[in-house]
């Protein structure tokens, strides 16, 4: 049995922030729904210099300082940021493998959306499995697909929480503390064109009138048609992985202790606590700062460590859902 244990993580947030009162004057939508209902008081957007590997590379460094560790010690780098990025076609965790220092490794970009660091722990901890030469893993990357939201579109409205920063995680084989147990991972394609950026690709190059009638931003294809199978499946397999997850690791709802959670509305984030019998304190609503795409998980960790919320051999269940559609959840032994 190879044990994995999580060694540290590293958050960086942008100091520009987005309150719910602008968000309400740019949406139309009242601020006290944008508070109650959206969940958002406010958000961290980009600044300037607050680009998508910069700041997972801002991050990763927190990471290694934290964990004490010399980056030539770390064997391999995935990049679990998101693809719109400094620059397109462009292996981002390549870069950020050599900003941090970490010259020993090789690195390589994963996208899952939403989903892609609880998929990126179940890649990291298997590939540690299998390889005797990986034995330290960093896990960076940062995001800001806030840049594709036009708050004037009703259809992307349960996108308007989407934020901006980075986030780290490093893994080490042998590492006797925050053991990795297991992660389950769904998909349904049936979703895979529900939410896109129309143009832009090779079906609708990018064009001046394209830019004209937004189709360069997020869009909701067939809104009626989603909500009605999102209304069947999304809550169902977002419960149905956290299970999943548990039962691999020999665990059951009733021993969570703690459960990081996407950011998503509030009365979607009370329905799972309710359902798996938890307590508003066994979890963080990230009202403060939006969603942060696949950073929410590792947010949660670190705010959950700050705030005092995880004692030694507490469970803890890190779970996300990301557009495709892709639902996942990774089980975590706190502590030695």
Not at 39 to 65: F, V, W, Y
Not at 92 to 112: C, F, H, P, R, S
Request: hydrophobic content about 40%; glycine content about 10%.
């Amino acid at each position: 049995m190879v044990l994995v244990g999580i060694r540290s993580t590293g958050i960086y947030l942008p100091k520009t922030v987005m309150t719910s009162e602008e968000l309400a004057g740019k949406s139309g939508i009242p601020k006290e729904i944008v508070e109650s209902k959206l969940g958002i008081k406010q958000k961290p957007i980009p600044g300037p210099d607050d680009h998508t590997c910069q700041m997972g590379i801002l991050a990763a460094k927190e990471a290694i300082d934290k964990a004490g560790i010399d980056p030539l010690d770390i064997d391999l780098v995935i990049y679990i940021g998101e693809e719109h990025k400094e620059y397109p076609l462009w292996t981002a965790g390549i870069k950020l493998q050599q900003e941090v220092g970490a010259l020993n490794a090789w690195a390589y970009d994963v996208a899952l959306r939403c989903g892609t660091t609880v998929m990126a722990l179940k890649v990291a901890k298997d590939m540690m499995k299998a390889d005797d030469s990986i034995n330290t893993v960093l896990l960076a990357g940062g995001y800001r697909n806030v840049d594709f939201i036009d708050y004037e579109n009703p259809r992307t409205r349960f996108m308007y929480n989407l934020s901006a920063g980075g986030g780290a995680i490093i893994l080490q084989k042998g590492y006797e503390e925050n053991e990795l147990l297991d992660s389950h991972i769904m998909t349904d394609g049936s979703f895979s064109l529900d939410v896109v950026v129309v143009a832009g690709g090779t079906k609708e190059p990018i064009t001046p009138e394209a830019i004209q009638h937004k189709r360069n931003m997020l869009d909701v294809t067939d809104p009626e048609s989603m909500k009605q199978r999102l209304e069947e499946k999304s809550m169902v397999n977002f419960l149905k992985v956290i299970r999943k997850s548990l039962e691999k690791s020999r665990l059951t709802e009733r021993d969570i202790d703690f459960i990081g959670i996407l950011h998503m509305k509030k009365s979607a984030h009370d329905y799972v606590l309710d359902e798996l019998g938890l307590r508003e304190d066994q979890s963080i609503y990230l009202e403060n700062y939006g969603h942060i795409g696949q950073i929410d998980q590792i947010l949660s960790l670190q705010l959950a460590q700050q705030e005092g919320k995880l004692k030694s051999g507490d469970i803890v269940v890190l779970v996300s859902a990301g557009i495709g559609y892709a639902w996942g959840a990774t089980t975590i032994r706190w502590g030695k």
